[in-house]
Structure formats: C-alpha cells, structure tokens
C-alpha cells in the first residue's frame, strides 16, 4: 500500500504537465471543485498538494470518481466555496 504522500507526489507529478501558464502564475494546478454545474475552476498552488488534508480529498475524489488519467483533477466531494475556504486556511497556517 502507498503512503499518502507518495500517492499525493504522484497526483502531482501527473498534472504539473498542466501547470498553468496562461493564467500567468506558475505552480498553480487548475482543479475543477464540486459537482456538476455548480463546479468550479480552482487553481491550487502545487505546495498544497503535499498537504494531508489534500491527500484526503484526493482520496475522496478517487473513491467517487476511480483514478483518472486524463483531463483535469476533479474533486466533486466538496463545494468550491467550502474548498476555498480550506485553502485559505492551509495557508494561513490555520
């Protein structure tokens, strides 16, 4: 069984190829959060994704979904409002 970080180090190798460039800020990961048409585009510096709570949600999104290997990460298992709010914790250090 994989650990939580090396899953995450794998997520993240995967989709760095998808770093966003266009939006001008490097390190940033677009994340398509929540479900359906409520979903929203996020971009998530690639820092976060060596976070457990990240790991987490991930692993959420892999039981929902299965593993994906193409397209954008998806994790449909919480709102965007809310995971914003979650990564403005992460950072704050809260």
């Known amino acids: 069984m994989r650990s939580h970080q090396t899953e995450v180090a794998r997520w993240v190798v995967f989709f760095v190829v998808v770093?966003?460039?266009?939006?001008?800020?490097?390190?940033?990961?677009?994340v398509l959060v929540g479900r359906g048409a409520?979903?929203?585009?996020?971009?998530?510096?690639?820092?976060?994704?060596?976070?457990?709570?990240?790991a987490v949600l991930l692993e959420m999104a892999e039981e929902e979904m299965g593993k994906q290997s193409e397209g954008i990460l998806r994790i449909p298992c919480v709102e965007a409002a809310h995971f914003r709010h979650v990564l403005k914790a992460i950072s704050n250090g809260k």
């Open 38 to 54: 409520a979903a929203e585009m996020v971009y998530v510096h690639v820092k976060h994704f060596g976070l457990p709570t990240m």
């Open 19 to 30: 770093v966003v460039v266009v939006e001008g800020e490097k390190g940033y990961v677009p």
